[in-house]
């Protein structure tokens, strides 16, 4: 039987872990080449979440449930909805959390698509916006879904060119609650060069265009964001490595 100060231990010795983690760069060196090596299998493209399709890898799927059972968010927005079964991860955990409601924003939500989870038992925690996530009229129709008075945690993980993330960064970025996240995904781009960057896909991000510049751009603009370290350590793992931001408590409410 564990003793809570068992607990405590163990808590604190999987932080320091995850802390030492971030700074092994021969383990994210494998890693990173395990990732390139399985993106031949599309690997990101294998998984489904409660039987809907979902591009995201295990680990940062286990991160993001974290981040929501954490700070326990009335809303996630979310751009970047695919097929779907990110929002349907998203909503399940606030199911279970016993309320809330997620935001999903796409420029381009199929019929097929659409129908998946406007008909799947989740649904009643998600609402569609179509249209691009830096476009006026679509933040102003996810501002006016959120409650008034609403914790919001927001997901980056649509168009992954730097121009347009750090677009999202500055416009969405407002609508988080202090104490909540911002997740940036695929900052794992950062890392790569051109060639080891996914290829099959319609467009090439990498070093310079991608997720992590416009991270950093935005953190030396912003004083309102930390990078939660423990979290990134744990990432280089993943694919969202230091995309992790929390709003400071102390950061004004917009
Ligand atoms: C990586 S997928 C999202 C994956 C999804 N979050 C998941 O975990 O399953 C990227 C999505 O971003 C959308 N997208 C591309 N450009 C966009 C834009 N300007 N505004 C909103 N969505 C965009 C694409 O249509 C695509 O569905």
């Known amino acids: 039987m564990s003793h809570p100060d068992d607990r405590e231990e163990f808590q604190a010795q999987g932080r320091s872990n995850a802390l030492q983690m971030a700074e092994d760069s021969a383990l994210f060196e494998k890693s990173k080449n395990l990732i390139i090596a399985a993106d031949k299998y599309r690997y990101s493209y294998l998984w489904t979440w409660l039987g809907v399709p979902i591009i995201q890898m295990p680990a940062d799927i286990v991160a993001l449930q974290e981040a929501v059972w954490r700070s326990k968010p009335r809303v996630i927005i979310e751009t970047g ?45 998600i609402e569609l916006i179509e249209g691009s996530s830096i476009a006026p009229e679509t933040l102003e129709a996810v501002r006016a879904k959120i409650p008034d008075g609403a914790s919001v945690m927001v997901v980056l993980d ?77 990432l280089i793992m993943g694919s969202s490595p230091g995309g992790y931001l929390r709003r400071r408590l102390s950061a004004r409410s917009q």
């Open 81 to 125: 909805v695919a097929r779907g079964g990110s929002l349907i991860f998203f909503a399940s955990v606030l199911e279970l959390l016993g309320g809330g409601k997620v935001i999903g924003v796409d420029i381009d939500i199929r019929a097929h698509n659409r129908d998946t989870i406007e008909s799947h038992s989740m649904a009643k925690r």
């Open 158 to 234: 649509s168009d992954h060119s730097r121009d347009h993330v750090l677009n999202e960064l500055e416009s969405y970025a407002p609508l988080v609650t202090p104490g909540q996240y911002l997740v940036v995904a695929d900052t794992i781009l950062g890392y790569l060069s051109q060639h080891e960057t996914p290829t099959e896909r319609s467009k090439v991000w990498y070093e310079g265009d991608e997720p992590l510049a416009a991270l950093r751009t935005f953190m030396a603009r912003s004083d309102d964001f930390e990078l939660d370290a423990e979290m990134n350590g744990k």
